[in-house]
Protein backbone atom coordinates (compact mmCIF):
# COMPACT_ATOMS: atom_id res chain seq x y z
CA UNK A 1 0.00 0.00 0.00
CA UNK A 2 1.26 3.40 -1.18
CA UNK A 3 2.48 5.61 1.73
CA UNK A 4 3.96 9.29 1.73
CA UNK A 5 7.48 9.52 2.73
CA UNK A 6 9.29 12.44 3.67
CA UNK A 7 11.15 12.44 0.47
CA UNK A 8 7.81 12.61 -1.31
CA UNK A 9 6.46 15.36 1.25
CA UNK A 10 9.43 17.52 0.27
CA UNK A 11 9.61 16.70 -3.62
CA UNK A 12 8.31 19.79 -4.85
CA UNK A 13 9.65 23.08 -2.99
CA UNK A 14 7.21 25.66 -2.50
CA UNK A 15 7.63 28.67 -4.71
CA UNK A 16 7.43 32.21 -3.44
CA UNK A 17 8.18 34.63 -6.36
CA UNK A 18 10.44 37.42 -5.70
CA UNK A 19 10.34 39.95 -7.78
CA UNK A 20 14.09 40.92 -7.69
CA UNK A 21 15.48 38.69 -11.25
CA UNK A 22 15.48 39.61 -14.56
CA UNK A 23 16.10 37.62 -17.91
CA UNK A 24 20.00 35.61 -18.46
CA UNK A 25 21.61 36.94 -21.19
CA UNK A 26 20.40 35.15 -24.86
CA UNK A 27 22.03 31.80 -25.08
CA UNK A 28 23.98 31.53 -21.52
CA UNK A 29 25.16 28.03 -19.99
CA UNK A 30 24.02 27.50 -16.63
CA UNK A 31 27.59 25.87 -15.71
CA UNK A 32 27.56 26.55 -11.90
CA UNK A 33 26.05 26.73 -8.64
CA UNK A 34 27.07 28.77 -5.82
CA UNK A 35 26.29 28.16 -1.93
CA UNK A 36 25.23 30.99 0.44
CA UNK A 37 24.12 31.19 4.35
CA UNK A 38 21.71 33.85 5.60
CA UNK A 39 20.28 34.37 8.60
CA UNK A 40 17.68 37.65 9.69
CA UNK A 41 18.45 38.96 11.99
CA UNK A 42 22.01 37.68 12.44
CA UNK A 43 21.92 33.58 14.39
CA UNK A 44 18.08 33.77 14.05
CA UNK A 45 16.72 30.67 12.09
CA UNK A 46 13.15 31.28 10.96
CA UNK A 47 11.97 31.91 7.70
CA UNK A 48 10.01 35.06 7.84
CA UNK A 49 12.54 37.88 7.42
CA UNK A 50 14.55 35.86 4.94
CA UNK A 51 11.25 35.38 2.57
CA UNK A 52 10.27 39.03 3.22
CA UNK A 53 13.99 40.46 2.25
CA UNK A 54 13.92 38.02 -1.00
CA UNK A 55 10.35 39.56 -1.75
CA UNK A 56 10.97 42.98 -1.49
CA UNK A 57 9.08 43.62 1.51
CA UNK A 58 11.29 43.29 4.43
CA UNK A 59 10.02 45.65 7.18
CA UNK A 60 13.51 47.95 7.91
CA UNK A 61 11.87 48.04 11.52
CA UNK A 62 11.82 44.94 12.54
CA UNK A 63 14.95 44.66 14.11
CA UNK A 64 18.10 47.40 13.97
CA UNK A 65 19.85 45.43 11.53
CA UNK A 66 17.79 45.19 9.10
CA UNK A 67 17.94 49.34 8.37
CA UNK A 68 21.21 48.53 5.72
CA UNK A 69 19.14 46.01 4.04
CA UNK A 70 16.07 47.92 3.10
CA UNK A 71 16.22 48.77 -0.37
CA UNK A 72 18.32 45.84 -1.25
CA UNK A 73 17.21 43.80 -4.15
CA UNK A 74 18.62 40.33 -3.53
CA UNK A 75 17.32 36.75 -3.75
CA UNK A 76 17.97 33.14 -4.49
CA UNK A 77 16.82 30.68 -6.27
CA UNK A 78 15.93 28.28 -3.45
CA UNK A 79 16.66 28.40 0.16
CA UNK A 80 17.10 25.53 2.09
CA UNK A 81 15.75 25.92 5.78
CA UNK A 82 16.94 24.29 9.01
CA UNK A 83 14.64 21.92 8.33
CA UNK A 84 15.99 20.49 5.21
CA UNK A 85 12.27 22.08 3.52
CA UNK A 86 13.49 23.57 0.14
CA UNK A 87 11.93 27.16 -0.96
CA UNK A 88 12.07 28.29 -4.32
CA UNK A 89 11.87 32.04 -5.13
CA UNK A 90 13.02 32.09 -8.96
CA UNK A 91 12.72 29.85 -11.53
CA UNK A 92 15.91 28.31 -12.88
CA UNK A 93 15.60 29.86 -16.53
CA UNK A 94 15.61 33.20 -14.89
CA UNK A 95 18.41 34.81 -13.22
CA UNK A 96 18.46 35.86 -9.67
CA UNK A 97 20.36 38.41 -8.21
CA UNK A 98 22.09 36.81 -5.32
CA UNK A 99 25.92 36.59 -6.15
CA UNK A 100 26.56 40.66 -6.42
CA UNK A 101 30.09 41.41 -8.08
CA UNK A 102 31.28 38.55 -8.63
CA UNK A 103 33.96 35.88 -11.05
CA UNK A 104 34.87 32.64 -11.30
CA UNK A 105 37.90 31.58 -12.94
CA UNK A 106 37.81 34.81 -15.37
CA UNK A 107 34.17 34.74 -15.86
CA UNK A 108 32.59 37.91 -14.00
CA UNK A 109 28.99 38.42 -13.12
CA UNK A 110 28.26 34.82 -11.97
CA UNK A 111 24.27 35.81 -11.76
CA UNK A 112 24.82 35.46 -15.65
CA UNK A 113 25.02 31.64 -15.77
CA UNK A 114 24.34 30.20 -11.97
CA UNK A 115 21.70 29.40 -10.09
CA UNK A 116 22.14 30.59 -6.06
CA UNK A 117 21.19 28.20 -3.18
CA UNK A 118 20.88 30.10 0.32
CA UNK A 119 20.84 28.00 3.26
CA UNK A 120 19.85 29.26 6.78
CA UNK A 121 22.90 29.33 8.98
CA UNK A 122 25.73 31.40 10.33
CA UNK A 123 29.18 31.02 10.95
CA UNK A 124 28.84 29.91 15.13
CA UNK A 125 25.96 26.95 14.09
CA UNK A 126 26.84 23.48 12.50
CA UNK A 127 24.44 23.51 9.45
CA UNK A 128 21.64 20.32 10.19
CA UNK A 129 22.20 16.86 8.85
CA UNK A 130 18.90 17.88 6.79
CA UNK A 131 20.25 20.40 5.66
CA UNK A 132 23.34 18.63 4.06
CA UNK A 133 20.93 15.63 2.80
CA UNK A 134 18.61 18.30 1.13
CA UNK A 135 21.22 20.44 -0.21
CA UNK A 136 22.76 17.39 -2.12
CA UNK A 137 19.04 16.02 -3.36
CA UNK A 138 18.64 19.78 -5.24
CA UNK A 139 22.23 19.93 -6.29
CA UNK A 140 21.96 15.97 -7.51
CA UNK A 141 18.96 17.50 -9.94
CA UNK A 142 20.03 20.54 -10.96
CA UNK A 143 23.11 18.50 -12.00
CA UNK A 144 20.62 15.99 -14.00
CA UNK A 145 19.08 19.09 -15.62
CA UNK A 146 22.26 21.17 -16.44
CA UNK A 147 25.15 18.88 -17.36
CA UNK A 148 27.82 21.62 -17.16
CA UNK A 149 27.64 21.93 -13.80
CA UNK A 150 30.07 19.16 -12.16
CA UNK A 151 31.32 18.49 -8.55
CA UNK A 152 33.84 21.38 -9.02
CA UNK A 153 31.68 23.69 -10.28
CA UNK A 154 29.11 23.86 -6.97
CA UNK A 155 31.08 26.47 -4.83
CA UNK A 156 30.60 29.25 -1.95
CA UNK A 157 29.65 32.53 -2.46
CA UNK A 158 32.80 33.69 -0.72
CA UNK A 159 34.90 32.21 -3.65
CA UNK A 160 33.43 34.21 -6.53
CA UNK A 161 33.60 37.55 -4.36
CA UNK A 162 36.76 36.88 -1.81
CA UNK A 163 36.89 39.43 1.23
CA UNK A 164 33.49 41.12 0.43
CA UNK A 165 31.60 37.59 1.28
CA UNK A 166 32.07 35.21 3.89
CA UNK A 167 29.33 32.75 3.23
CA UNK A 168 28.57 29.71 3.58
CA UNK A 169 31.06 29.96 5.95
CA UNK A 170 32.91 28.06 8.21
CA UNK A 171 30.79 26.32 9.52
CA UNK A 172 30.04 24.87 6.01
CA UNK A 173 31.61 21.24 5.72
CA UNK A 174 32.85 20.44 2.09
CA UNK A 175 34.25 17.42 3.07
CA UNK A 176 30.53 16.49 4.83
CA UNK A 177 28.45 18.06 1.55
CA UNK A 178 30.78 16.17 -1.18
CA UNK A 179 30.03 12.52 0.69
CA UNK A 180 26.37 13.95 0.48
CA UNK A 181 26.56 14.29 -2.56
CA UNK A 182 27.60 11.19 -3.49
CA UNK A 183 25.16 9.32 -1.45
CA UNK A 184 21.98 10.43 -3.26
CA UNK A 185 20.03 7.34 -4.55
CA UNK A 186 16.64 9.01 -4.63
CA UNK A 187 16.78 12.36 -5.80
CA UNK A 188 13.21 13.08 -6.00
CA UNK A 189 13.07 16.92 -6.39
CA UNK A 190 11.54 18.86 -8.91
CA UNK A 191 11.33 22.68 -9.46
CA UNK A 192 10.60 25.39 -12.33
ZN1 LIG B 1 25.79 35.03 -0.21
Not at 22 to 46: C, K
Not at 180 to 192: A, E, Q
Amino acid sequence: MPSSSVADLIAAPQFIASPHCDARPPGVNINLIILHAISLPSGEFSMPHVEALFTGRLDAEAHPSFEILQNLRVTAHFVVERSGKINQFVAVAERAWHAGVSNWQGVQRCNDYSLGIEMIGDESSPFTAAQYRETARLCRALMLHFPDISRERIIGHSDVAPGRKWDPGVQWNWAHFHRSLGHIRNIGVTFR
